[in-house]
């Protein structure tokens, strides 16, 4: 008999339906040990050890595996792909006891598929000490961050403050964003269109070329296009070809989740999660767009067989990897088996990330789409206009959605003379740069090299849950308190929120990875000058006051404070500006502006005891409208 241990009971079942009665599957639920949660648990004086212990729940389960344990012959970790799941082996095979390296191995597959499970088992290996400490490395560099800074926080601006290391960068891109915004001064500009008719009756439009400044301007030229003749000076048609887009990475794939159906990188990593422990996707923490060759050969098979040889591809199409540490060469995000695209899954949101998954890796080995790209360019007395448009020659991966957005352009000659349809123009004012979403603030940490795929969807959660920035329409903003901590890790620990410095500390979590570093002293250089400054800044730094946003409404209570918002523990609410002198406190309603479209009564924004925001009227329980979608108003 031999023991295989996973982290999760769904993988634990997953693997049993390929394993036959010689083995026996146990879950450790996770990490079997860790930090403790109420001290530091790490002894600087002593180059830094980590003190691991154990929950009750921890020890139960531990001590359950290692009565299994002593009664079978080999014992297989095979916890997830990378620097955690290696963590989570080491972690387990320390607590089970010094047994022999025969008898106890480190197995490693990236998708759960009966030929994986088997080819793993066939090609046992060591546990990877260089993974391990590379995990245990930013374990204890973000324990340090977190347990130092936290008590100065609470000194210098409120109790019950934290801080973190990625955290506090990625509060930092959202206040900057915000403070952009609010220094934008938008530039008034105007836009003509023409609508022109050619010499076969068909109509097109086209744009005019050039700057127009104001309303003066506009009518002016709009006076003359109104009086003069229309031909077409030029046409310039040149040929494209389009590659599709290469497979998901965790980050690509929460990006087009936020994007398309506007999920938070928590839920979209919670779906994949599911998918690849039942066995339908690959491991869903990578940032590698490699493909195993037998996984683009039966791509192409699947391609010829459905969409025709001519969509298939010669050779197979591989793409650039980002990946810097080898013993982390991960697939990309694809299916297990391309010929299921629709399998029994558990619920929706499961079948909308997986035919995500699904069509994102078949148009990648698909043939490019081919076509021309057409500029018309027409004469106006001394002004120019101009339409652009593309014909589709060869629909290529665009067939799978099965729509290719072709503007066609109808045909027409140089010189020839076009017939005036129509004229609008439009007063437009520049726009600020839009507030972060989910996809946006990853593809910034990700483009900066701050964070690794295991890390973007706790960071975008933590940040949220410590009310540092608040959802707005699925847009995130800074808060009042987001504001004062950034502002005085700014002032004070430049290098913590600084983005050159925490990119080079995760390539040197990177390099303990690859085996070139060594984690204590990486964690050492980073210490010694962080404790010096934290002992300056407290002894130094000036307390920093929190601002609050006002009302304007006079304190029902007292009559003399003003209603101020506060955030407390459990969000927003109204509370006197006069406080503690009067304790006057009320539940604050996040009003959009709508009205309810069954009783009339304010739309307010909600939340779930899970923290997800959702519309619901103010009339609540006498009127039970909610909606995960703004309402339009009555």
């Given at each position: 008999?031999?023991?295989?241990?996973?982290?999760?009971?769904?993988?634990?079942?997953?693997?049993?339906?390929?394993?036959?009665?010689?083995?026996?599957?146990?879950?450790?639920?996770?990490?079997?040990?860790?930090?403790?949660?109420?001290?530091?648990?790490?002894?600087?004086?002593?180059?830094?050890?980590?003190?691991?212990?154990?929950?009750?729940?921890?020890?139960?389960?531990?001590?359950?595996?290692?009565?299994?344990?002593?009664?079978?012959?080999?014992?297989?970790?095979?916890?997830?792909?990378?620097?955690?799941?290696?963590?989570?082996?080491?972690?387990?095979?320390?607590?089970?006891?010094?047994?022999?390296?025969?008898?106890?191995?480190?197995?490693?597959?990236?998708?759960?598929?009966?030929?994986?499970?088997?080819?793993?088992?066939?090609?046992?290996?060591?546990?990877?000490?260089?993974?391990?400490?590379?995990?245990?490395?930013?374990?204890?560099?973000?324990?340090?961050?977190?347990?130092?800074?936290?008590?100065?926080?609470?000194?210098?601006?409120?109790?019950?403050?934290?801080?973190?290391?990625?955290?506090?960068?990625?509060?930092?891109?959202?206040?900057?964003?915000?403070?952009?915004?609010?220094?934008?001064?938008?530039?008034?500009?105007?836009?003509?269109?023409?609508?022109?008719?050619?010499?076969?009756?068909?109509?097109?439009?086209?744009?005019?070329?050039?700057?127009i400044k104001n309303q003066v301007e506009a009518e002016e030229i709009e006076k003359k296009l109104l009086n003069t003749e229309y031909r077409v000076l030029n046409i310039e048609k040149k040929d494209f070809r389009r590659t599709p887009p290469p497979p998901f990475t965790t980050s690509t794939l929460q990006q087009a989740a936020a994007n398309r159906l506007g999920w938070s990188a928590k839920r979209t990593m919670q779906i994949a999660q599911g998918?690849?422990?039942?066995?339908?996707?690959?491991?869903?923490?990578?940032?590698?767009?490699?493909?195993?060759?037998?996984?683009?050969?039966?791509?192409?098979?699947?391609?010829?067989?459905?969409?025709?040889?001519?969509?298939?591809?010669?050779?197979?199409?591989?793409?650039?990897?980002?990946?810097?540490?080898?013993?982390?060469?991960?697939?990309?995000?694809?299916?297990?088996?391309?010929?299921?695209?629709?399998?029994?899954?558990?619920?929706?949101?499961?079948?909308?990330?997986?035919?995500?998954?699904?069509?994102?890796?078949?148009?990648?080995?698909?043939?490019?789409?081919?076509?021309?790209?057409?500029?018309?360019?027409?004469?106006?007395?001394?002004?120019?206009?101009?339409?652009?448009?593309?014909?589709?020659?060869?629909?290529?991966?665009?067939?799978?959605?099965?729509?290719?957005?072709?503007?066609?352009?109808?045909?027409?000659?140089?010189?020839?003379?076009?017939?005036?349809?129509?004229?609008?123009?439009?007063?437009?004012?520049?726009?600020?740069?839009?507030?972060?979403?989910?996809?946006?603030?990853?593809?910034?940490?990700?483009?900066?090299?701050?964070?690794?795929?295991?890390?973007?969807?706790?960071?975008?959660?933590?940040?949220?849950?410590?009310?540092?920035?608040?959802k707005i329409e699925k847009r995130f903003k800074s808060t009042s308190l987001g504001l004062a901590v950034n502002d005085f890790l700014t002032v004070n620990f430049s290098d913590i929120v600084d983005y050159k410095f925490t990119a080079h500390m995760e390539d040197e979590l990177d390099e303990i990875a690859n085996g070139v570093r060594q984690w204590r002293p990486v964690i050492k250089e980073f210490y010694e000058p962080f404790a010096a400054k934290?002992?300056?800044?407290?002894?130094?730094?000036?307390?920093?006051?929190?601002?609050?946003?006002?009302?304007?409404?006079?304190?029902?209570?007292?009559?003399?404070?003003?209603?101020?918002?506060?955030?407390?523990?459990?969000?927003?609410?109204?509370?006197?500006?006069?406080?503690?002198?009067?304790?006057?406190?009320?539940?604050?309603?996040?009003?959009?502006?709508?009205?309810?479209?069954?009783?009339?009564?304010?739309?307010?924004?909600?939340?779930?005891?899970?923290?997800?925001?959702?519309?619901?009227?103010?009339?609540?329980?006498?009127?039970?409208?909610?909606?995960?979608?703004?309402?339009?108003?009555?």
């Amino acid at each position: 008999m031999n023991l295989v241990i996973v982290e999760s009971p769904t993988k634990a079942r997953t693997l049993a339906k390929f394993l036959g009665d010689g083995y026996k599957i146990e879950a450790s639920y996770g990490h079997v040990r860790d930090l403790p949660q109420k001290r530091l648990g790490i002894k600087i004086d002593k180059n830094f050890e980590p003190e691991y212990v154990q929950t009750k729940k921890q020890e139960e389960r531990i001590k359950e595996i290692k009565r299994l344990s002593d009664k079978v012959n080999k014992i297989y970790l095979a916890t997830d792909p990378d620097r955690e799941g290696e963590a989570i082996a080491w972690h387990v095979g320390q607590l089970l006891g010094v047994r022999s390296q025969e008898s106890v191995k480190r197995i490693v597959f990236h998708e759960i598929t009966e030929h994986a499970i088997k080819e793993a088992l066939e090609h046992p290996r060591e546990l990877d000490m260089k993974l391990v400490d590379a995990q245990q490395a930013r374990r204890v560099l973000d324990r340090l961050v977190g347990y130092k800074l936290s008590p100065l926080l609470w000194k210098k601006i409120r109790r019950g403050l934290s801080a973190g290391r990625v955290q506090s960068v990625a509060v930092r891109l959202v206040v900057e964003r915000e403070r952009e915004i609010e220094a934008f001064k938008p530039e008034e500009y105007w836009q003509i269109d023409v609508m022109l008719r050619n010499i076969q009756y068909l109509v097109f439009g086209v744009r005019f070329v050039g700057d127009i400044k104001n309303q003066v301007e506009a009518e002016e030229i709009e006076k003359k296009l109104l009086n003069t003749e229309y031909r077409v000076l030029n046409i310039e048609k040149k040929d494209f070809r389009r590659t599709p887009p290469p497979p998901f990475t965790t980050s690509t794939l929460q990006q087009a989740a936020a994007n398309r159906l506007g999920w938070s990188a928590k839920r979209t990593m919670q779906i994949a999660q599911g998918l690849y422990e039942e066995g339908h996707i690959t491991y869903h923490r990578t940032d590698s767009t490699n493909l195993a060759m037998e996984a683009v050969l039966a791509a192409k098979d699947f391609i010829s067989a459905n969409y025709g040889k001519d969509h298939a591809l010669d050779k197979p199409r591989f793409y650039k990897t980002k990946s810097k540490v080898a013993q982390e060469a991960h697939e990309a995000i694809r299916p297990t088996n391309v010929a299921l695209k629709g399998v029994a899954f558990q619920n929706r949101d499961q079948e909308k990330i997986y035919e995500m998954i699904w069509k994102r890796f078949v148009a990648s080995q698909m043939a490019e789409a081919r076509g021309i790209t057409v500029t018309i360019v027409v004469i106006a007395g001394e002004y120019k206009l101009q339409a652009r448009g593309d014909t589709i020659i060869f629909d290529g991966w665009y067939k799978l959605n099965g729509e290719t957005n072709e503007l066609r352009l109808p045909e027409v000659s140089e010189g020839e003379r076009l017939e005036f349809v129509d004229l609008t123009k439009e007063q437009k004012f520049t726009q600020p740069p839009t507030r972060y979403n989910d996809a946006s603030l990853i593809k910034a940490l990700e483009e900066m090299g701050i964070g690794r795929p295991s890390t973007y969807a706790p960071t975008l959660s933590t940040i949220q849950d410590r009310q540092y920035v608040e959802k707005i329409e699925k847009r995130f903003k800074s808060t009042s308190l987001g504001l004062a901590v950034n502002d005085f890790l700014t002032v004070n620990f430049s290098d913590i929120v600084d983005y050159k410095f925490t990119a080079h500390m995760e390539d040197e979590l990177d390099e303990i990875a690859n085996g070139v570093r060594q984690w204590r002293p990486v964690i050492k250089e980073f210490y010694e000058p962080f404790a010096a400054k934290l002992g300056t800044v407290t002894e130094t730094a000036a307390r920093v006051k929190v601002e609050v946003e006002t009302t304007g409404e006079k304190c029902p209570k007292c009559g003399q404070g003003e209603v101020v918002i506060r955030l407390g523990k459990f969000g927003k609410f109204l509370a006197c500006s006069r406080y503690p002198e009067c304790d006057y406190k009320a539940n604050y309603q996040n009003k959009t502006g709508q009205k309810c479209v069954k009783c009339g009564g304010d739309v307010i924004i909600r939340r779930t005891r899970s923290g997800r925001s959702f519309y619901g009227c103010s009339n609540y329980p006498k009127c039970d409208f909610a909606s995960w979608t703004k309402p339009k108003s009555i």
